[in-house]
Antibody, heavy 116, light 106 residues
Framework: QVQLQESGPGLVKPSETLSLTCTVS????????WSWIRQPAGKGLEWIGR???????NYNPSLKSRVTMSVDTSKNQFSLKLSSVTAADTAVYYC??????????WGQGTLVTVSS | DIQMTQSPSSLSASVGDRVTITCRAS??????LNWYQQKPGKAPKLLIY???SLQSGVPSRFSGSGSGTDFTLTISSLQPEDFATYYC????????FGQGTKLEIK
Protein backbone atom coordinates (compact mmCIF):
# COMPACT_ATOMS: atom_id res chain seq x y z
CA GLN A 1 0.00 0.00 0.00
CA VAL A 2 1.52 3.28 -1.16
CA GLN A 3 1.83 5.95 1.51
CA LEU A 4 2.64 9.65 1.06
CA GLN A 5 4.12 12.11 3.52
CA GLU A 6 4.44 15.86 3.07
CA SER A 7 7.32 17.80 4.61
CA GLY A 8 8.52 21.37 4.65
CA PRO A 9 8.40 24.64 6.60
CA GLY A 10 5.15 25.39 8.35
CA LEU A 11 5.71 29.14 8.23
CA VAL A 12 6.63 31.22 5.18
CA LYS A 13 6.99 34.99 4.96
CA PRO A 14 4.93 37.00 2.49
CA SER A 15 6.55 37.40 -0.95
CA GLU A 16 8.81 34.41 -0.34
CA THR A 17 8.66 30.93 -1.87
CA LEU A 18 6.80 28.04 -0.30
CA SER A 19 8.64 24.72 -0.73
CA LEU A 20 7.22 21.31 0.08
CA THR A 21 8.33 17.74 -0.59
CA CYS A 22 6.25 14.60 -0.75
CA THR A 23 7.92 11.27 0.00
CA VAL A 24 6.34 8.14 -1.43
CA SER A 25 6.81 4.85 0.41
CA UNK A 26 5.53 1.33 -0.11
CA UNK A 27 5.88 1.53 -3.87
CA UNK A 28 7.77 3.14 -6.72
CA UNK A 29 7.10 6.70 -7.79
CA UNK A 30 7.88 5.77 -11.38
CA UNK A 31 5.35 5.74 -14.20
CA UNK A 32 2.59 7.59 -12.41
CA UNK A 33 1.22 11.10 -12.01
CA TRP A 34 1.50 12.86 -8.67
CA SER A 35 -0.50 15.90 -7.59
CA TRP A 36 -0.60 18.71 -5.06
CA ILE A 37 -3.91 19.94 -3.65
CA ARG A 38 -4.53 22.59 -1.01
CA GLN A 39 -7.32 23.49 1.38
CA PRO A 40 -7.61 26.78 3.29
CA ALA A 41 -9.02 26.40 6.77
CA GLY A 42 -12.75 25.76 6.66
CA LYS A 43 -12.84 25.91 2.88
CA GLY A 44 -12.85 23.60 -0.12
CA LEU A 45 -10.19 21.82 -2.12
CA GLU A 46 -8.08 23.38 -4.88
CA TRP A 47 -5.98 21.32 -7.28
CA ILE A 48 -2.58 22.96 -7.74
CA GLY A 49 -1.05 20.74 -10.38
CA ARG A 50 0.48 17.41 -11.24
CA UNK A 51 3.78 15.94 -12.38
CA UNK A 52 4.59 12.74 -14.22
CA UNK A 53 7.74 10.88 -13.36
CA UNK A 54 9.23 11.97 -16.69
CA UNK A 55 9.03 15.53 -15.37
CA UNK A 56 6.06 16.55 -17.50
CA UNK A 57 3.74 18.93 -15.63
CA ASN A 58 0.23 20.37 -15.74
CA TYR A 59 -0.70 23.30 -13.52
CA ASN A 60 -3.93 24.96 -12.50
CA PRO A 61 -4.13 28.07 -14.71
CA SER A 62 -5.01 30.20 -11.68
CA LEU A 63 -1.63 29.38 -10.08
CA LYS A 64 0.48 28.53 -13.12
CA SER A 65 2.62 31.67 -13.05
CA ARG A 66 3.80 30.91 -9.50
CA VAL A 67 4.04 27.10 -9.43
CA THR A 68 6.96 24.81 -10.15
CA MET A 69 6.91 21.07 -9.58
CA SER A 70 9.78 18.64 -9.79
CA VAL A 71 10.42 14.95 -9.22
CA ASP A 72 13.38 12.97 -7.89
CA THR A 73 12.83 9.32 -8.74
CA SER A 74 16.04 8.25 -6.98
CA LYS A 75 14.57 9.47 -3.69
CA ASN A 76 10.95 8.55 -4.48
CA GLN A 77 10.03 12.19 -3.92
CA PHE A 78 8.29 15.00 -5.73
CA SER A 79 8.21 18.66 -4.79
CA LEU A 80 6.20 21.87 -4.99
CA LYS A 81 7.42 25.44 -5.10
CA LEU A 82 4.96 28.33 -4.94
CA SER A 83 6.50 31.76 -5.32
CA SER A 84 5.45 35.22 -4.17
CA VAL A 85 3.14 33.88 -1.49
CA THR A 86 0.53 35.96 0.32
CA ALA A 87 -1.81 35.26 3.21
CA ALA A 88 -4.25 33.80 0.68
CA ASP A 89 -1.83 30.89 0.20
CA THR A 90 -2.21 29.83 3.83
CA ALA A 91 -3.68 26.33 3.69
CA VAL A 92 -3.22 22.66 4.36
CA TYR A 93 -1.24 21.28 1.45
CA TYR A 94 -1.77 17.67 0.41
CA CYS A 95 0.14 15.47 -1.98
CA UNK A 96 -1.67 12.62 -3.66
CA UNK A 97 -1.26 9.86 -6.16
CA UNK A 98 -3.08 10.84 -9.32
CA UNK A 99 -4.35 7.93 -11.45
CA UNK A 100 -7.13 7.78 -14.00
CA UNK A 101 -8.34 11.21 -12.91
CA UNK A 102 -8.68 10.32 -9.24
CA UNK A 103 -6.64 11.31 -6.22
CA UNK A 104 -5.87 8.25 -4.13
CA UNK A 105 -4.18 7.85 -1.75
CA TRP A 106 -3.43 11.21 -0.13
CA GLY A 107 -0.80 12.29 2.33
CA GLN A 108 -1.94 13.42 5.75
CA GLY A 109 -1.46 17.07 4.80
CA THR A 110 0.77 19.81 6.13
CA LEU A 111 -0.31 23.26 7.28
CA VAL A 112 1.58 26.15 5.74
CA THR A 113 0.99 29.58 7.20
CA VAL A 114 2.06 32.73 5.37
CA SER A 115 2.88 35.40 7.89
CA SER A 116 5.66 37.82 8.76
CA ASP B 1 -12.84 26.51 -16.39
CA ILE B 2 -15.44 23.96 -15.35
CA GLN B 3 -17.36 24.96 -12.21
CA MET B 4 -18.75 22.27 -9.93
CA THR B 5 -21.73 23.15 -7.74
CA GLN B 6 -22.92 20.87 -4.96
CA SER B 7 -26.27 20.96 -3.21
CA PRO B 8 -27.09 21.22 -0.49
CA SER B 9 -24.10 22.87 1.20
CA SER B 10 -25.11 21.27 4.46
CA LEU B 11 -27.54 18.57 5.45
CA SER B 12 -28.84 17.21 8.73
CA ALA B 13 -29.89 13.58 8.84
CA SER B 14 -30.32 10.67 11.21
CA VAL B 15 -28.70 7.26 11.40
CA GLY B 16 -30.54 4.96 9.03
CA ASP B 17 -31.69 7.74 6.69
CA ARG B 18 -31.25 7.64 2.94
CA VAL B 19 -29.31 10.70 1.79
CA THR B 20 -28.65 12.13 -1.65
CA ILE B 21 -26.11 14.82 -2.54
CA THR B 22 -26.13 16.48 -5.94
CA CYS B 23 -23.24 17.80 -8.01
CA ARG B 24 -23.74 19.86 -11.17
CA ALA B 25 -21.03 20.72 -13.70
CA SER B 26 -21.07 23.97 -15.68
CA UNK B 27 -20.57 21.96 -18.88
CA UNK B 28 -20.75 18.33 -19.87
CA UNK B 29 -18.04 16.18 -18.30
CA UNK B 30 -19.30 12.80 -19.49
CA UNK B 31 -18.65 10.43 -16.57
CA UNK B 32 -15.41 12.08 -15.40
CA LEU B 33 -16.74 12.61 -11.89
CA ASN B 34 -15.41 11.36 -8.57
CA TRP B 35 -16.66 11.61 -4.99
CA TYR B 36 -14.62 11.97 -1.80
CA GLN B 37 -15.38 11.86 1.93
CA GLN B 38 -13.44 14.06 4.34
CA LYS B 39 -13.54 13.89 8.11
CA PRO B 40 -12.23 16.72 10.33
CA GLY B 41 -8.45 16.91 10.39
CA LYS B 42 -8.08 14.13 7.83
CA ALA B 43 -7.29 13.92 4.14
CA PRO B 44 -10.12 13.22 1.72
CA LYS B 45 -10.86 9.59 0.88
CA LEU B 46 -11.95 8.39 -2.56
CA LEU B 47 -15.41 6.81 -2.51
CA ILE B 48 -16.70 6.72 -6.08
CA TYR B 49 -14.86 7.11 -9.39
CA UNK B 50 -16.07 7.48 -12.95
CA UNK B 51 -19.46 8.62 -11.60
CA UNK B 52 -20.68 5.22 -10.46
CA SER B 53 -17.80 2.85 -9.69
CA LEU B 54 -17.27 1.99 -6.05
CA GLN B 55 -13.69 2.28 -4.85
CA SER B 56 -12.30 -0.91 -3.32
CA GLY B 57 -13.05 -1.19 0.38
CA VAL B 58 -15.87 1.36 0.35
CA PRO B 59 -19.17 0.06 1.82
CA SER B 60 -21.89 -0.78 -0.68
CA ARG B 61 -24.30 1.66 0.96
CA PHE B 62 -22.49 4.35 -1.06
CA SER B 63 -23.48 4.69 -4.69
CA GLY B 64 -23.08 7.23 -7.46
CA SER B 65 -24.96 7.99 -10.63
CA GLY B 66 -25.22 10.50 -13.43
CA SER B 67 -23.47 11.65 -16.57
CA GLY B 68 -23.10 14.83 -18.56
CA THR B 69 -23.73 17.67 -16.10
CA ASP B 70 -25.77 16.16 -13.27
CA PHE B 71 -24.54 13.65 -10.72
CA THR B 72 -25.66 12.23 -7.39
CA LEU B 73 -24.05 10.51 -4.44
CA THR B 74 -26.44 8.38 -2.41
CA ILE B 75 -25.92 6.82 0.99
CA SER B 76 -28.63 4.21 1.37
CA SER B 77 -28.64 3.92 5.18
CA LEU B 78 -26.56 6.40 7.12
CA GLN B 79 -24.12 5.03 9.65
CA PRO B 80 -22.52 7.05 12.47
CA GLU B 81 -19.16 7.03 10.67
CA ASP B 82 -20.68 8.63 7.55
CA PHE B 83 -21.08 12.06 9.11
CA ALA B 84 -18.46 14.04 7.24
CA THR B 85 -18.01 16.47 4.35
CA TYR B 86 -18.40 15.17 0.82
CA TYR B 87 -16.79 16.61 -2.30
CA CYS B 88 -17.30 15.96 -5.97
CA UNK B 89 -14.37 16.39 -8.38
CA UNK B 90 -14.29 16.52 -12.16
CA UNK B 91 -11.39 15.10 -14.10
CA UNK B 92 -12.57 16.15 -17.57
CA UNK B 93 -10.22 19.11 -17.63
CA UNK B 94 -8.09 21.09 -15.14
CA UNK B 95 -9.38 19.18 -12.16
CA UNK B 96 -11.78 21.06 -9.92
CA PHE B 97 -13.85 20.27 -6.87
CA GLY B 98 -17.29 21.18 -5.67
CA GLN B 99 -17.54 23.39 -2.60
CA GLY B 100 -18.47 20.47 -0.37
CA THR B 101 -21.56 19.19 1.43
CA LYS B 102 -21.36 18.89 5.20
CA LEU B 103 -23.46 16.01 6.50
CA GLU B 104 -24.37 16.49 10.13
CA ILE B 105 -26.26 14.47 12.70
CA LYS B 106 -29.83 15.57 13.27
Amino acid sequence: QVQLQESGPGLVKPSETLSLTCTVSGGSISSYYWSWIRQPAGKGLEWIGRIYTSGSTNYNPSLKSRVTMSVDTSKNQFSLKLSSVTAADTAVYYCASHRYGTFDPWGQGTLVTVSS
Amino acid sequence: DIQMTQSPSSLSASVGDRVTITCRASQSISSYLNWYQQKPGKAPKLLIYAASSLQSGVPSRFSGSGSGTDFTLTISSLQPEDFATYYCQQSYSTHSFGQGTKLEIK
